[in-house]
């Protein structure tokens, strides 16, 4: 699980660094909207990254391989939600359009097993 408190950190840093890139790099080279699709993405990455430190955090105290999924399927969320829709504002192209509902499933998936792990493990 250590893997994953490192890439919860580093995505959430990196969720930083594209939320101020979005606001200042980016606002004038694309429209309102496709900013806002940009925002999106970073708000559900900084949202997934601090639940995958907080998985990490539980796993201490709750070892679960449910928890170890969990935290699998929070990250490929972040890269298919997320880099979906950094993908579709930057280049514009309507493609990456239908792999956005796949990282929400992965996150929807993802918190399932959470809450899932915790019902097992809860004495």
């Known amino acids: 699980m250590k893997i994953y408190l490192i890439v919860g950190a580093f995505t959430a840093m990196l969720a930083v660094v594209l ?8 606002k004038s080279q694309l429209s309102g909207s496709l900013i806002a699709v940009f ?6 990455q ?43 504002a930057v280049t514009g192209s309507k493609w990456f359009g239908p792999i956005t ?4 499933l992965c996150f929807i998936i993802a918190w399932a097993l959470f809450i ?8």
Do not use: D, E, N, R
């Open 19 to 26: 939320g101020a890139f979005a606001a200042h790099g980016l």
């Open 39 to 44: 925002q999106t993405g970073v708000q559900y």
């Open 46 to 88: 900084m949202y997934h990254s601090l639940g995958l430190i907080l998985l990490v955090l539980v796993a201490q105290v709750m070892p679960s391989s449910l928890l170890v999924w969990s935290a699998g399927f929070m990250t490929a969320g972040m890269v298919l939600f997320s880099g979906s829709l950094y993908l579709l």
């Open 101 to 104: 509902p796949i990282g929400g």
């Open 116 to 123: 899932f792990a915790a019902f097992k493990g809860l004495k």
